[in-house]
T-cell receptor, first 119, second 113 residues
Framework: GAVVSQHPSRVICKSGTSVKIECRSL??????MFWYRQFPKKSLMLMATSNEGSKATYEQGVEKDKFLINHASLTLSTLTVTSAHPEDSSFYIC???????????????FGSGTQLSVL | QKEVEQNSGPLSVPEGAIASLNCTYSDRGSQSFFWYRQYSGKSPELIMSIYSNGDKEDGRFTAQLNKASQYVSLLIRDSQPSDSATYLCAVTDSGAGSYQLTFGKGTKLSVIP
């Protein structure tokens, strides 16, 4: 399957700092990437859809000024958690669609995730 | 509101048995269905996709889809301890041009040696 690289895998930061998470599609171009967050023992919650060359689309209840998304190229999307607070501590996962193959444009492949801990 | 329902479990099966995981969805127009496996602390891994009614087999995994009943299932034959994980059912939204997935909360499977 397609490879999506995400880093860092773990971040521990002080309250009030900003954290940037990178998501790269390594062997395909991804015009659309998705950002999820997951709390312990809970399911994935879509935060936003990242579109190359345009503004991200945020889900209801997700603060766009808090979670800045930049999708400047076909292989890279970044999520910046600004002025992080302890309640932002979560597992953040990116995913991208691989457009190759039959109906493959609907398959999502996930990055390895970033565990954010805000002290 | 589109919903995907799964029994949270845990579902415990002995090694070598068949594990049966079930999922129902509310959006009758959904066209694509996926099963992801997620180990604790890791991101989800796609293991099966199914688009048409009936069964689809891949190794020890069989996905079953019944659109009339809005039901999709995953069977794992000859279950192994390494299959112990949370299995997420995901359904593509039916909106035109939309490729967003709605995930269920997942079923935790434990395979007992």
């Amino acid at each position: 399957g397609a490879v999506v690289s995400q880093h860092p895998s773990r971040v521990i930061c002080k309250s009030g700092t900003s954290v940037k998470i990178e998501c790269r599609s390594l062997d395909f171009q991804a015009t659309t990437m998705f950002w999820y967050r997951q709390f312990p023992k809970k399911s994935l919650m879509l935060m936003a859809t990242s579109n190359e060359g345009s503004k991200a689309t945020y889900e209801q209840g997700v603060e766009k000024d808090k979670f800045l998304i930049n999708h400047a190229s076909l292989t890279l999307s970044t999520l910046t958690v600004t002025s992080a607070h302890p309640e932002d501590s979560s597992f953040y996962i990116c995913s991208a669609r691989d457009g190759r193959g039959k109906r493959a444009n609907e398959k999502l492949f996930f990055g390895s995730g970033t565990q954010l801990s805000v002290l | 509101q589109k919903e995907v329902e799964q029994n949270s479990g845990p579902l415990s099966v002995p090694e070598g048995a068949i594990a049966s995981l079930n999922c129902t969805y509310s959006d009758r127009g959904s066209q694509s269905f996926f099963w992801y496996r997620q180990y604790s602390g890791k991101s989800p891994e796609l293991i099966m996709s199914i688009y048409s009614n009936g069964d689809k087999e891949d190794g020890r995994f069989t996905a079953q889809l019944n659109k009339a009943s809005q039901y999709v299932s995953l069977l794992i034959r000859d279950s192994q301890p390494s299959d112990s994980a949370t299995y997420l059912c995901a359904v593509t939204d039916s909106g035109a041009g939309s490729y967003q997935l709605t995930f269920g909360k997942g079923t935790k499977l434990s395979v007992i040696p």
